[in-house]
Structure formats: structure tokens, C-alpha cells
């Protein structure tokens, strides 16, 4: 039986810290008036309802642009309508929300789900400290693996899809377009999808203006990407801007990285064979989380989450999370990683160093290539673990 203290288990009360952390987060970025993000967030759904364009410079209202998609404002409006406080305070419950379910909805036992929770908790209080929308996308990749898993495309392509069009990084989800015994009905679904959350915010404006708007994204985004690289920048935390910052040359090129990126993450999948293993599937997930972030110019300390959730799914599969190797990256994700950017670190070290070399990626890259060559060469399929036993006796 687990062990319960004042009345919840482990599990339960890591519920109770997730959501803590989103309500007192909340409440300081509100009442200290730090709560920049989540005013262009809010603001995007007025903006749309005004038809002013979503991509502009509105210095009287936030710092920094808007770089979401033109459906996001159709999805903050449940917030955006609420008093600021209460709307703020609905935000940041819904990405502690949505991360729990997710993980609570992996095919894992209850001590696992503990341990996985207990080890995204710092990057996910970096992210939910930020106001990001993060712990949803992590959520929406997963939960997109888990419904392929049970045959429920009609619901995985609705997060593939909604994701996609809100921040592009689910996009990946279509890898488990490979696992799903339902290939027509994921296709299928994927295109009603894709007209429900084109259509929807034109229910707020109009549909020339989300028309419209599609293209000032695309623009917004690509221009995005090239004020990323440059030194002192708190993004471009990737492979890319790891090997411009060590090397001091700025001008080094992303697609080359992105192009050698993607075959390493691709070429695994040529192992069809593999794929009636769990483990194998539930890895090219942890890789695809991984993938998303260190190959992308827009990932910063608030990211995160989304790879180090890749890297311990990977860990808490295998028949034996801590080995002694295991234990080392573990230190090194949550101490170098998860703090590295805090002030845990004294700034004499974090700001020359950690920062200056986006240090934070190193440990997270070091694991995607374990999990790659795993991936590459291991026969997952003889191994048969006991990640494979226990999904068969869940069902």
C-alpha cells in the first residue's frame, strides 16, 4: 500500500506542489506587476477582436512581440475574458493542469509517474515562473503519444494539430504518425482539425484577418529566428548557439545543424521492426521532446521542460534508471540545466559562463545522442524490458 502523509501519497502531493507553484506564481508576478508574458498572451485576444494586427509594437500595453499563432487568441479567451488577476491565475492552473494529466495518463506505474514529476519540478517552476505556455506543449506532445497508443487519433491529431498552430514545436507528433494502427483515420482527422482551428478564431475577427494574419506570423517567426543569435541573447540555447558562442563566431549557420539534426532523428525510424516495442516507441518520443528544443533558436531557460521531460521519460524506462551513468546526468540536468540559469548559481558564474556558452543545453544534448544511438542500434524488440512487460499487464 503507499504510504500516505497527512492523508495524500507522494504522488498526490506532488499534485498539490505543481499546482502550488502555478497559484503562488500567480500571485507575485501579479501583485509585483512582472507579469509581462502573460499580458501580450491576454492582449492578443482584444487585438484580434479589434482586428489590429496580432505581429505589431504595442509599447503601451507590453514589452517584447507577440509570436503565437493567429488561433491563440481563440484559446486564451477564457482567461483573457476573466478580471486580469483571475485570468492570470486560470492561465498558469491550466499549464499545471495540463502537464499533470499528461503524465499522469503514461502507461507508467505510480512510482514512476512520482519520480517523473519530482525531477521535471525545477524546469517546470522555470517555465511556470515565466508565464510560458510550455508545460501545455509538453503536455500536448505526450498526451499525442499516449492517445496513438490507445488508438485515439481522432483526440492525438487535435493536440498535433491545435499545437502546431499555436507554437509549431508539436508539430513533431506526426512522428507517431508511424506507431498508429489507424493510419487513414489519423490522416482523416489531422484535416478536420486543421479547418476546425483555421475557422475557429474567425469567430473573434474575421476570416480576412486571420487569413491575413497567417502570413504576418511566418514573417514574425522568421525574423525571430535571426534576432536569436546573437551573444547575449537568453534563446538560441540549442546546438546551434552552443558551437556559435564557444566558437565566437556568430555567423555560423543553423541549417546545417537542423539538417544533421533531423536525419539522426529520422534515421531510427527506419527500424520498423522496433516498433512493436514499447520501449522503443516510448524512447522516440523522449527524443522527439528532446529534438523540438535543441534544434530550435527560440529555446531558452523557460523551454526546457519540454527536453528534460524527453530525458527522464528515457531514464525511467530502462529496466535500471540509476546506474552510475545515469545518476551523472541526472546531477547534470537538474543542478547544471535546471539551476544553471538561477539565482542558485552566483552570477559570477552563471552570467561569464553558463550563460555566455548556453552551458544549460550541454547535458541535454550529451543525452540525445545516447538516446539516438540507442535508438540506431539497440534491439529493443529481444530486449523486451520490463517497460514492455508492464504495459502489457496494464493494457
Not at 75 to 102: D, K, M, R, Y
Not at 138 to 165: C, D, H, N, P, Y
Request: contains cysteine.
Amino acid at each position: 500500500m503507499t504510504k500516505k502523509v497527512l492523508f495524500l501519497t507522494g504522488y498526490q502531493w506532488l499534485w498539490v506542489l505543481y499546482i502550488a507553484v502555478a497559484a503562488f506564481t500567480s500571485v507575485l508576478k501579479y501583485t509585483r506587476h512582472i507579469d509581462n508574458n502573460y499580458k501580450i498572451f491576454r492582449a492578443s485576444y482584444y487585438h484580434a477582436r479589434e482586428e489590429k494586427t496580432l505581429y505589431g509594437f504595442y509599447p503601451n500595453e507590453y514589452g517584447d512581440e507577440y509570436f503565437y499563432g493567429p488561433v491563440f487568441p481563440a484559446i486564451i479567451a477564457p482567461s483573457a475574458l476573466l478580471p486580469h488577476a483571475w485570468g492570470f491565475l486560470l492561465w498558469e492552473l491550466v499549464n499545471a493542469f495540463a502537464i499533470l494529466i499528461a503524465i499522469h495518463l503514461l502507461p507508467f506505474t505510480v512510482g514512476q509517474k512520482t519520480q517523473l514529476l519530482l525531477l521535471c519540478a525545477i524546469e517546470y517552476a522555470n517555465s511556470v515562473f515565466y508565464m510560458q505556455f510550455n508545460p501545455a506543449i509538453t503536455a500536448m506532445i505526450i498526451l499525442s503519444f499516449i492517445l496513438v497508443e490507445r488508438g485515439k487519433e481522432q483526440w492525438a491529431t487535435l493536440f498535433i494539430v491545435l499545437g502546431f498552430l499555436i507554437k509549431l514545436y508539436p508539430i513533431i507528433g506526426l512522428t507517431f504518425f508511424l506507431f498508429s494502427k489507424n493510419k487513414g483515420r489519423f490522416v482523416l482527422w489531422s484535416a478536420i482539425w486543421l479547418v476546425v482551428f483555421f475557422v475557429l478564431p474567425m469567430f473573434l475577427s474575421s476570416p480576412s484577418f486571420v487569413i491575413n494574419s497567417y502570413p504576418q506570423w511566418l514573417t514574425a517567426v522568421h525574423g525571430k529566428v535571426g534576432l536569436n543569435a546573437y551573444f547575449d541573447s537568453p534563446q538560441d540555447i540549442c546546438v546551434m548557439g552552443v558551437v556559435r558562442r564557444i566558437t565566437g563566431n556568430i555567423n555560423i549557420p543553423n541549417a546545417p545543424f537542423i539538417a544533421a539534426g533531423a536525419l539522426l532523428f529520422a534515421l531510427p525510424l527506419l527500424r520498423f521492426s522496433q516498433y512493436k516495442s514499447f520501449k522503443y516507441r516510448a524512447q522516440v518520443l523522449a527524443s522527439a521532446l528532446i529534438f523540438i528544443v535543441i534544434f530550435s533558436t527560440g529555446a531558452e531557460h523557460p523551454t526546457y521542460i519540454i527536453a528534460v521531460a524527453g530525458v527522464f521519460i528515457w531514464m525511467l524506462i530502462q529496466d535500471k534508471p540509476y546506474t552510475t551513468t545515469n545518476i551523472i546526468f541526472l546531477v547534470l540536468v537538474l543542478v547544471v540545466t535546471g539551476l544553471g540559469l538561477t539565482d542558485a548559481v552566483p552570477k559570477f558564474i552563471r552570467q561569464p559562463y553558463i550563460a555566455r556558452y548556453s552551458v544549460k543545453a550541454w547535458p541535454v544534448i550529451i543525452i540525445w545522442v545516447k538516446i539516438v544511438y540507442e535508438l540506431l542500434f539497440k534491439n529493443f524488440v529481444a530486449e523486451y524490458s520490463k517497460i514492455d512487460e508492464q504495459v502489457v499487464e496494464i493494457g
